[in-house]
């Protein structure tokens, strides 16, 4: 996976939680403490699943809630800044999830080895959105946590029902 994912990682744990954490994850992941991560390369996603492995134990916290906070920050601190193109036209959280499909293939089209998570939708009305997410990766925790950081970013208050492992109903406003 790209090493823009592990770069926002270590912003999120270097701000929040200390330098020191986030050296203490590296090596315990088997990475050299001062390891350098560069957006565009590769990083095998064995690595970094090993990587967020090691944060939820340095950090004592459960999968999901480093899943949440990943989202938060990516959503609200990192993309903005990083991607800030991506956050001109949307006016709503169910408008900027339904250009998530075709952002991730957009973004990825001129990156070589580039495999984007794919998003299918059935849009049921204006409050309500099934949103079904493909990836041989599995990162289903980390799409929930982003899909509940863009509700932050848009200031809504959203709730997602799991309808299956790769499928939830989410309800806005
Ligand atoms: C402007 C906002 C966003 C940008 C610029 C962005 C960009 C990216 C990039 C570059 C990758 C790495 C792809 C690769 O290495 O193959 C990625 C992965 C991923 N993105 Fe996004 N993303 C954004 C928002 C979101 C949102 C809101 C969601 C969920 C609703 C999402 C879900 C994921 C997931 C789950 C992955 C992990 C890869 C996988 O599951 O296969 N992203 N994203």
């Known amino acids: 996976m790209k090493g823009t994912i592990a770069i926002c990682l270590q912003d999120l744990v270097k701000t929040k939680f200390g330098e020191d954490n986030w050296e203490t994850i590296l090596v315990k992941s088997g990475l050299p ?100 997410y493909i990836s041989s990766r599995n990162l289903e925790p980390i799409w929930i946590g982003l899909i509940k950081g863009v509700g932050k970013y848009f200031k809504e208050n959203i709730n997602i029902e799991k309808l299956s492992e790769n499928k939830v109903k989410i309800t806005f406003g």
Do not use: R
Not at 99 to 107: C, E, G, I, R, S
């Open 33 to 132: 403490k001062d390891l350098v991560i560069y957006a565009h390369h590769d990083i095998e996603d064995d690595v970094i699943m090993k990587v967020i492995n090691s944060t939820c134990e340095v950090l004592n916290i459960t999968l999901q809630q480093a899943a949440d906070a990943f989202g938060e920050y990516w959503m609200n601190n990192y993309a903005p800044k990083k991607y800030f193109a991506f956050f001109t036209g949307d006016k709503t959280a169910k408008e900027f999830l339904l250009n998530m499909d075709k952002l991730h293939a957009k973004l990825t089209d001129k990156i070589e080895n580039a495999k984007p998570p794919k998003f299918t939708y059935d849009d049921i009305d204006k409050n309500t959105l099934i949103m079904t």
